[in-house]
């Protein structure tokens, strides 16, 4: 079984700024089966990202992915108020999900 | 609108049993795998099982398998949980979620979720 680790535990940074999450697989991942994930409290998970690169509908260009193998990064361009979440990375293998433990974005 | 909307969740005793639902609308429920998510109380995100489009195959997370029973009904655009024999860590809040209109690589809809505490 797969284990997303994400990194760092809490980003603390100020609106306007540059956010890189990072996830990191303890095995590669195939076929670029990694998504991405923003959760506000009291909200369900919103689905930024998917095969490791591709927005999905309606997400702002701010947030971008990249990254394969074991490695892959969330980097928010530039910090909007309504960015400060927790996000969380989450891999496929055919038969299971597999999140990570997030890494929560909060006002410096 | 696309939506989905759990309910069930509740208080029950540890070794209780409880059925989740979960109704959708807005898309054609019969063409996606449907899968329930679950998040203890300040924790993070738990992958519980996955039942694909037609019903007829069905994945469960080894926490819950054995115990958790996932079905649907497309009849009905209705995904439900049976959870038996419930234990105190598996109190949490259980969010459905839709297959993604990509594959199965992800989830693009989320219902709001329902809560199940177990406590004696």
């Known amino acids: 079984e797969i284990v997303l680790t994400q990194s760092p535990g809490t980003l603390s940074l100020s609106p306007g700024e540059r956010a890189t999450l990072s996830c990191r697989a303890s095995q590669s991942v195939g076929s670029g089966y990694l998504a991405w994930y923003q959760q506000k409290p009291g909200q369900a998970p919103r689905l930024l990202i998917y095969?490791?690169?591709r927005r999905a509908t309606g997400i702002p260009d701010r947030f971008s992915g990249s990254g394969s193998g074991t490695d892959f990064t969330l980097t928010i361009s530039r910090l909007e108020p309504e960015d400060f979440a927790v996000y969380y990375c989450q891999h496929y293998d055919s038969s299971s999900w597999t999140f990570g433990q997030g890494t929560k974005v909060e006002i410096k | 609108e696309v939506q989905l909307v759990e309910s069930g969740g509740g208080l029950l005793r540890p070794g209780g049993s409880l059925r989740l639902s979960c109704a959708a609308s807005g898309f054609t429920f019969s063409s996606y795998a449907m899968t329930w998510v679950r998040q203890a109380p300040g924790k993070g995100l738990e992958w519980v099982s996955t039942v694909s489009s037609i019903g007829g195959v069905t994945y469960y997370a080894d926490s819950v398998k054995g115990r958790f029973t996932i079905s649907r009904d497309n009849s009905k655009n209705t995904l439900s949980l049976q959870v038996n024999s419930l234990r105190a860590e598996d109190t949490a809040l259980y969010f459905c979620?839709?297959?993604?209109?990509?594959?199965?690589?992800?989830?693009?809809?989320w219902g709001q979720g329902t809560m199940v505490t177990v406590s004696s």
């Open positions: 095969g490791a690169s």
């Open positions: 979620a839709k297959e993604g209109w990509f594959g199965p690589d992800a989830f693009d809809i």
